[in-house]
């Protein structure tokens, strides 16, 4: 197939990139560079010996993606591009239901006209909400969510319902994904956070490199094994690998939600500890407050997944925890080493 990026030399989008083009699709991507780095795609081509189409462009910009629909034959939608941050969020309202909403719209009416009907969106667990209790199954209801990022993901949500509901062409599956964390184990691609980041993960691995003395742990009161809140997280090759097993789960006047998780909650305690024993490194930890939003279980129940897209995450915790810190030594103050202070480390 054809499959067109949009946010493809983001994060998730770049690991998925590489898998796609492993699996002997084609692809296309676009993307506005505002969270990706210049180097990205000819580290995807360096990854798979393989070129790709790429267009640098806003999917705000309707003129970018009739052109692109225009000159590319596109058979599907993966749809990465958006803002993440639910900090940010709460600051710049307007540019997140700008870029996730009105973007996602944008994308939705021009694919329409250009008569592609294949959709796979990037949502998330934070849908949810607080109310429903882990193990989070795709029927429990979404929950409240409570601030613009997340707001955002649960308003496009429902659009995509109502969309196949109106057009029985449509075909959608919609990935709620849990927390990724990993990087490509070659350490040639992985996340790059704008500024400081709020994830845990990015956080660790400043305290790795230095760039920062301790990470806060956020509450050890909750009522959970060791105090402190319980996790899914996975891999972020599992969950690349997730996006081509729901290929096979689109399916024609549907939308199709499954959970991208393993189902298996980790603390932020067993979090830490694994990565300071896999990685030799001491990580400094401070204890402080419970922070605002967070909720104190939350896992996935993967098993539609497992069984209707015959998906399995098969990277485990030590793997997760050891590519996360190879990748952050050759990322410096935030900026990707080049090459040559690559193979200096090698
Ligand atoms: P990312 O920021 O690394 O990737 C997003 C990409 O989209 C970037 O390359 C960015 O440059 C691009 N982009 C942003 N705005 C754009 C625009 N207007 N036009 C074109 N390109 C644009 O994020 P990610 O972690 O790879 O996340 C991908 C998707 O998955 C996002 O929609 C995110 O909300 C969702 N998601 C991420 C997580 C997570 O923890 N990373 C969890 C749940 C859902
Ligand atoms: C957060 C967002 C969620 C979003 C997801 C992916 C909140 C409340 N939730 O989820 O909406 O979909 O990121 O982008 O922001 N932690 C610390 N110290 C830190 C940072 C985090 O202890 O410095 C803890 C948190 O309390 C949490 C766990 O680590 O228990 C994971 O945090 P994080 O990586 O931010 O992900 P989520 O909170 O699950």
């Known amino acids: 197939?054809?499959?067109?990026?949009?946010?493809?030399?983001?994060?998730?989008?770049?690991h998925t990139a590489v898998r796609l083009l492993d699996y002997g699709h084609e692809i296309t991507i676009v993307d506005d560079f505002s969270n990706a780095q210049e180097f990205v795609p000819d580290r995807i081509k360096q990854l798979t010996g393989k070129d790709f189409n790429l267009i640098n462009g806003d999917i705000r910009n309707k003129a970018i993606l009739e052109y692109i629909f225009g000159q590319h034959n596109i058979d599907a939608v993966m749809h990465f591009a958006g803002l993440?941050?639910?900090?940010?969020?709460?600051?710049?309202?307007?540019?997140?239901?700008?870029?996730?909403?009105?973007?996602?719209i944008n994308l939705l009416e021009i694919m329409g006209n250009f008569g592609v009907h294949k959709f796979i969106f990037s949502s998330s667990a934070t849908v949810y909400g607080a109310c429903n209790?882990?193990?989070?199954?795709?029927?429990?209801?979404?929950?409240?969510?409570?601030?613009?990022?997340?707001?955002?993901?649960?308003?496009?949500?429902?659009?995509l319902q109502d969309l196949?509901?109106?057009?029985?062409?449509?075909?959608?599956?919609?990935?709620?994904?849990?927390?990724?964390?990993?990087?490509?184990?070659?350490?040639?691609?992985?996340?790059i956070p704008k500024g400081t980041p709020n994830n845990i993960m990015p956080l660790i691995n400043q305290v790795a490199t230095g760039e920062r003395e301790y990470i806060e742990i956020f509450g050890n009161d909750y009522p959970t094994p060791d105090g402190t809140c319980l996790r899914d997280y996975i891999h972020v090759l599992d969950l690349a690998d997730g996006h081509i097993a729901s290929l096979k789960g689109l399916k024609k006047g549907a939308m199709r939600s499954f959970n991208l998780g393993t189902g298996h909650p980790y603390?932020?305690?067993?979090?830490?500890s694994t990565y300071s024993a896999i990685n030799a490194i001491k990580i400094e930890t401070r204890v402080s407050k419970r922070r605002d939003g967070d909720i104190a279980s939350v896992f996935a129940d993967p098993r539609l997944a497992n069984e209707t897209l015959n998906w399995y995450p098969s990277f485990s915790l030590h793997e997760m925890v050891r590519d996360a810190y190879n990748w952050s030594i050759r990322v410096k103050n935030g900026m990707p080493m080049n090459d040559q202070q690559i193979g200096d480390i090698e």
């Open 1 to 14: 197939m054809n499959i067109l990026l949009t946010g493809g030399c983001g994060y998730i989008g770049s």
């Open 84 to 104: 993440k941050s639910v900090k940010e969020s709460i600051e710049k309202p307007l540019e997140y239901y700008g870029v996730n909403v009105s973007g996602t």
């Open 133 to 159: 209790v882990s193990p989070l199954k795709e029927n429990m209801g979404r929950g409240k969510t409570t601030n613009p990022y997340g707001k955002s993901k649960a308003i496009v949500e429902r659009i």
């Open 164 to 191: 196949v509901t109106a057009d029985s062409r449509w075909e959608v599956v919609n990935l709620r994904y849990f927390n990724p964390i990993g990087a490509h184990p070659s350490g040639l691609i992985g996340e």
């Open 267 to 272: 603390s932020v305690s067993e979090l830490i």
